[in-house]
């Protein structure tokens, strides 16, 4: 999914939820260089993209810097992008499983296979 304000993120959210799944909040603005390479270089890897089927992945762009943005930024706490936010299947955002920065598919990875064995 696509969002870019939180009625659209809330509906996602609400979608993801509703099929059990672990959300994943990607935090992006087509400016960010590091956000770019999370999205050519991370989530292009064959075993991450098949892996994140098993997710539901929620990209949350804040390019704009408008009210829209301002409004999904500080309701997440998140300072710039790239963040990655996740939050379990009941709707609790996992705080300590929080990125924030550049992340390899190896540690992104190893993040995701902790999420599911640990059924979040």
Known sequence: AHVSS???LN???THAKNLSQIAILDFYASWCI???EFHKLTLQ????FNKLYNFFFIKVDVTKNNNYSEELLKKYN???PPTLIFID?????LKD??????INANEFM???NDLESNSY
Request: charged residues 25%.
């Open 97 to 102: 499983k929080t990125v924030v920065g550049y």
């Open 45 to 48: 890897n064959t075993k991450i």
């Open 11 to 13: 509906s996602e959210l």
């Open 78 to 80: 998140v300072i710039a």
């Open 34 to 36: 590091s956000c770019l």
């Open 89 to 93: 299947k009941k709707g609790n955002i």
């Open 6 to 8: 939180i009625e659209e």
């Open 110 to 112: 190893t993040i995701l």
